[in-house]
């Protein structure tokens, strides 16, 4: 699995953006897939994820401004973001792990013994 990101730029605070994780050679349908971010002096976190059935979690944080979905045709996850704040200012990954993810619990996506990550993707909000 060789996970690439695209989308990451400098965005004014409230704006919006996409941000895209691609595996051209592989599918991710047996695979939860999830979001993680490390912002400037703060520790990595989990804050969105896809379940194989397509149900989706969040982080109250992002709830209601951030959409995970993903395209199975075209093997690519997508992040929409909406509303940003500069508290959203961070490296932002992708993570596939063929274990069973548990909304609400990150753990299996901040390890990369469980999951495998993209090389990340620079989100910078502000005015």
């Known amino acids: 699995v060789h996970l690439y990101l695209s989308g990451g730029r400098w965005v004014q605070t409230g704006g919006s953006r996409t941000l895209s994780c691609n595996d051209s050679?592989?599918?991710?349908?047996?695979?939860?897939m999830g979001w993680i971010r490390q912002g400037p002096g703060k520790q990595r976190e989990g804050f969105a994820l896809?379940?194989?059935?397509?149900?989706?979690c969040y982080v109250d944080s992002v709830k209601g401004r951030f959409t995970i979905s993903q395209d199975h045709a075209k093997k690519t996850l997508y992040l929409e973001m909406h509303s940003l704040k500069p508290d959203d200012t961070a490296l932002y990954t992708c993570?596939?792990?063929?274990?069973?993810?548990?909304?609400?619990?990150?753990?299996?996506?901040?390890?990369?013994?469980?999951?495998?990550w993209g090389q990340g993707t620079r989100v910078t909000v502000s005015s």
């Open positions: 896809i379940h194989t059935d397509g149900r989706t």
């Open positions: 050679a592989y599918s991710f349908s047996a695979y939860c």
């Open positions: 993570a596939a792990t063929p274990y069973t993810c548990v909304s609400g619990s990150w753990s299996v996506f901040l390890d990369n013994t469980s999951a495998y």
